[in-house]
């Protein structure tokens, strides 16, 4: 089965700029949808991005127009740009791919 790895965390300022990447470890080309969640602590997890196999994206509108989801079938990777950082977006994230196990998932902390 295969398996997603994320990295790229970490902590950031107000403002700041994270490349979230996931790393696959088979073939993804005909998964049909990949995204990536998040959970702050206390909440639930929420689908913040997600991008069809033909390249199709869609954002919950807290991250439109700062974060950027990418995918590269060839290499069976998922990326997450995520540019002026806010407070509220520190949480943990997740690489998800429809009918695929969840990855262990990379802290985000954006903080001054």
């Known amino acids: 089965q295969v398996q997603l790895v994320e990295s790229g965390g970490g902590l950031v300022q107000p403002g700041g700029s994270l490349r979230l990447s996931c790393a696959a470890s088979g073939n993804i080309f005909n998964v049909w949808l990949m995204g990536w969640y998040r959970q702050a602590p206390g909440k639930e997890r929420e689908l913040v991005a997600s991008?069809?196999?033909?390249?199709?994206?869609n954002y919950i509108d807290r991250v439109k127009g700062r974060f950027t989801i990418s995918r590269d079938n060839a290499k069976n990777m998922v990326f997450l740009q995520m540019n002026n950082l806010k407070p509220e977006d520190t949480a943990v994230y997740y690489c998800w791919g429809a009918g695929l196990p969840w990855g262990q998932g990379t802290q985000v902390t954006v903080s001054s």
């Open positions: 991008i069809s196999s033909g390249g199709l994206t």
